[in-house]
Nanobody
Framework: VQLQASGGGVVQPGGSLRLSCAAS????????MGWFRQAPGKEREFVTT????????DYADSVKGRFTISRDNAKDTMYLQMNNLKPEDTAVYYC????????????????WGQGTLVTVSS
């Protein structure tokens, strides 16, 4: 499955952005999906993940209550609604897919999108 992330941009602190991840090549219904991010000079870190049906989610503590992951299996698209953004949220955001279980470990994900840059700055 090929993944294409989009929706990044520049936003002021306290603002919102909605990222999308579109799948192609095959349906992404069989996959657990996730979002990861990588800030300059830092390792890639887990942000959130969602089960195949969308019924289960998990979030990094740093984004709980501010970010919401969702998926539309009919459209083969996943979303990340990001509210109350902070400067420390600045990073390249990657979407990923795994045929395994919900996981916070990027090494468990087989497929990756190209990333979309989110910059939070005044």
């Amino acid at each position: 499955v090929q993944l294409q992330a989009s929706g990044g941009g520049v936003v002021q602190p306290g603002g919102s952005l909605r990222l999308s991840c579109a799948a192609s090549g095959r349906t992404f219904t069989p996959y657990v999906m996730g979002w990861f991010r990588q800030a300059p000079g830092k390792e890639r870190e887990f942000v959130t993940t969602i089960s195949r049906s969308g019924g289960r989610t998990d979030y990094a503590d740093s984004v709980k209550g501010r970010f919401t992951i969702s998926r539309d299996n009919a459209k083969d698209t996943m979303y990340l609604q990001m509210n109350n953004l902070k400067p420390e949220d600045t990073a390249v955001y990657y979407c990923a897919a795994t045929g395994g279980s919900l996981s916070t470990d990027p090494d468990e994900y087989e497929y990756w999108g190209q990333g979309t840059l989110v910059t939070v700055s005044s």
